[in-house]
């Protein structure tokens, strides 16, 4: 989608789309926020490494599963950022695939991976003293951050932290030949999520998902939808994902948040 406009309606991670609008791709996004989560539990390391604090990641080397504009990266690096003191400019960062938009360049402690290598591999032997979104890790990595699962509740808890990871993107030639399809697309997705919510909210989905019970505890915790879709609602966690890809030199520059979003649906909440 990024670089060929292969289609009409995309869903897209987040901070794709912010390194893509500002490279002026010529799409636009919905206030449909399809993906939420905690990064908490997205960072391994080996224990021959030594890593007594997060902290003691300044200085190392931490790979990230493909790009360093990946979401998941940049939630899991704003963490260490806010909650562990970590100086990330004091880190290299060592991606294991090439960047979403091809026109981007990142910061100078961005080194990628030589062909061949493994993430996984280089955390296990102490090459990498972390990684970032590593799927197969084997048995004998252990997670940076114990017990992560609870640490993320407890971030929602203490500072509101509920991380965005995708939305809905759509071509601008689209928008702007068919006005009402933008409030049309929002408004298919709020029924649909509706139905959903509908169902987890009557514990009447017979095998849920760890994202399902994931909802079901945030629902829990803060009273609310889990899924809200709107700008109003989701509008900290908006702020604090621009804060982190623009400290982290993906955005040059704050975008306006209004600015991000199809114009017919910049009032919508649902």
Request: aromatic share 6%.
């Amino acid at each position: 989608m990024v670089r060929e406009l292969e289609f009409d309606v995309c869903e897209m991670a987040m901070t794709t789309y912010l390194c893509a609008k500002a490279h002026g791709k010529p799409f636009t996004a919905l206030p449909i926020f399809l993906v939420r989560g905690f990064h908490h539990g997205a960072m391994v390391r080996a224990p021959k490494v030594g890593l007594r604090d997060p902290k003691d990641l300044e200085g190392r080397k931490v790979g990230v599963n493909r790009g360093y504009t990946v979401t998941t990266g940049v939630w899991a690096r704003g963490i260490l950022q806010d909650e562990y003191g970590v100086d990330l400019s004091k880190v290299t960062w060592v991606p294991s695939g090439d960047e979403h938009v091809a026109e981007y360049r990142p910061p100078g402690n961005v080194k990628p991976l030589q062909p061949g290598g493994s993430l996984a591999d280089l955390v296990a032997t102490g090459e990498l003293a972390a990684a970032v979104g590593v799927d197969s890790s084997p048995p004998d990595l252990l997670p940076l951050i114990p017990d992560a699962t609870e640490a993320g509740f407890a971030a929602l808890r203490r500072r509101g932290h509920y991380p965005i990871n995708h939305l809905v993107v759509v071509r601008d030639d689209l928008l702007a030949a068919h006005p009402g399809l933008a409030t049309d697309v929002f408004e298919a997705f709020v029924e649909a999520k509706n139905l959903y919510l509908d169902r987890l909210r009557r514990n009447t989905i017979e095998e849920p998902t760890p994202t399902d019970l994931m909802h079901r505890r945030v629902m829990e915790i803060t009273g609310a939808d889990p899924l809200p879709y709107g700008i109003a609602p989701n509008r900290a966690a908006i702020d604090e994902l621009i804060k982190h890809a623009t400290s982290q030199r993906i955005l040059d520059a704050r975008p306006d948040v209004e600015s991000l979003f199809a114009d017919s649906t910049v009032n919508l909440t649902g």
